[in-house]
Nanobody, 119 residues
Framework: QVQLVESGGGLVQAGGSLRLSCVAS????????MGWYRQAPGKRREVVAV???????NYADSVKGRFTISRDNAKNTVNLQMNSLQPEDTAVYYC?????????????WGQGTQVTISS
């Protein structure tokens, strides 16, 4: 599997921007889809954005046009640029990586980084 370490969370005012980064280590040759999920207090974890090895992306409707996911396969990193942040974006953001090793699929998670948006 891979190990994931996130950085870049923090507190910003509504309308501001943040950039989250996630670095993968370990069996990075096996990486397939990487992405960002978030979980707000009292809510279920939800997908924010995902990106494939080929760069194909998918976004949650709530962040389309405001968030951009990118990936550097050479550096095993995935980033999330978040603009026009709103209080409803407040959550713990988790990096996720999916892959396969010896035909066995895995699903790895980072420890999470807090994003807080003040109104």
């Amino acid at each position: 599997q891979v190990q994931l370490v996130e950085s870049g969370g923090g507190l910003v005012q509504a309308g501001g921007s943040l950039r989250l980064s996630c670095v993968a280590s370990g069996s990075t040759f096996s990486l397939n889809t990487m992405g960002w999920y978030r979980q707000a207090p009292g809510k279920r974890r939800e997908v924010v954005a995902v990106i494939g090895v080929d760069g194909g992306t998918n976004y949650a409707d709530s962040v389309k046009g405001r968030f951009t996911i990118s990936r550097d396969n050479a550096k095993n990193t995935v980033n999330l640029q978040m603009n026009s942040l709103q209080p409803e974006d407040t959550a713990v953001y988790y990096c996720n990586a999916k892959g396969t090793i010896s035909s066995v699929a895995y699903d790895s998670w980072g420890q999470g980084t807090q994003v807080t948006i003040s109104s």
